[in-house]
DNA sequence: GTCTATAGAGCGATAGAC
DNA sequence: GTCTATCGCTCTATAGAC
């Protein structure tokens, strides 16, 4: 059992994205990554010909998941209910760790400038907050900015209920969903009759 | 001008921490801080005995911040406006830089956990939770998951709009208060009259 | 308070045996 | 496909002059 294998590479990217989330890439080494997998450093190379083309393949695998997601819903009907199933299918994916890789693109570690992949990831991110802010709220690619944050807010929230699920013993469902509902009401917010914050403001 | 001065320690936690937020804890050497200062790696182990000490005075500064926004909050009666109030003033404190600090806290770096500080300053953080997410929701410090993810949502949405508004020209006034007021609905939600949202949504 | 010089460890990366 | 051994470099940290 301790030879040779076959799949080093898949388990040299699950393990080198974890410890990326943990440490941040620059904050990785290969030494690290090469224990975890029980092999030598020297080994590392045999499948990667530098430490920045391990990040480019975590960096495919995220950028290819956020566009089939935008593939999909670019085929559905626009409107809250399809905004809804791309929030869910999107905390799917955080099960996979797709929170750290969106992390690491959004945190734009100065690592990732010198990636020729980085625009085209960032470029997928864009265009997936494009299609969660709806029709409207955009003019064109530079969008409301309340409107933007909300967004990100929305994916903020699947990404910090992914991650205690993923601690939590019994997989944490119901806060998963609850993350999903919140993420819904940021992006779509129902229409409401209470009164202005500033009425409710009553200074110290 | 060129010779001694006495503002270095001030300096170094101010670039310091600055560094921190770009590279990562581990991904900030000692030579990046000291080139920005202009002086060497050398007159910076004048002022601090190692690395380590230069991130426990820059969470330092962190948690008495937090603290004093803690002290302040549970002098005034509690409500949706000392939330509020709360909430800007720690808007005010994200353009000094304490977004950067914070995340350093949040985003549990392993660096942190060998500092003795790291204790106290999640103690601080986990109290200042509690205040905003208002009475009823906790009990005895294990909160409702889906309040205490409101609340991180909250922040969340203070620490985008200050890191925006701080590379935005004219200071993105207008960002900082829309993000106030997203926050303050995460944490005190509008009473709604909307359907439900399993009741919006029809599957593809 | 800042400098030069240096020690010792770890880094990314390569060469070559098996 | 994995190994040992090694290169050149940067890192944190210290010693000691000014």
Redesign the interface.
């Known amino acids: 059992m301790a030879g040779r294998r076959t799949d080093t590479r898949e388990r040299a990217q699950r393990v080198a994205l974890q410890l990326f989330a ?6 990785t080494s290969l030494r690290m990554i090469a224990e975890r997998l029980d092999i030598t450093k020297a080994a590392l190379y045999y499948h990667y010909k530098s430490k920045a083309e391990i990040l480019a393949a975590v960096l495919g695998n995220f950028s290819t998941s956020v566009a089939e997601l935008i593939d999909w819903g670019r085929q ?1 009907p626009e409107g ?3 905004r ?2 791309l929030l869910r299918r999107y905390a799917e994916l955080t099960a996979s760790g797709i929170t750290a890789a969106a992390r690491l693109v959004q945190e734009n ?2 690592s990732l400038q010198e990636q020729s992949l980085a625009a085209e990831v960032r470029g997928h991110v864009v265009t997936f907050f494009d299609l969660l802010a709806g029709p409207g709220v955009l003019t064109g690619g530079v969008s409301d ?2 409107a933007s ?2 967004v ?2 929305a994916i ?2 699947l990404h ?2 992914g991650d ?1 699920a993923k601690h939590a013993q019994g997989g ?1 469902e ?2 998963l969903s ?2 999903l ?2 993420a ?3 992006i779509d ?6 009164p202005e ?1 500033t009425a ?5």
């Open positions: 943990e440490h941040g890439y620059e904050g559905q809250p209910g399809t809804r199933e570690e100065p900015p309340a944050l909300r990100r807010l903020a929230a910090m209920a205690e944490g119901e806060l609850a993350a509902d919140i819904c009401d940021l917010p129902p229409v409401n009759s209470a914050h409710r403001f009553t200074a110290p």
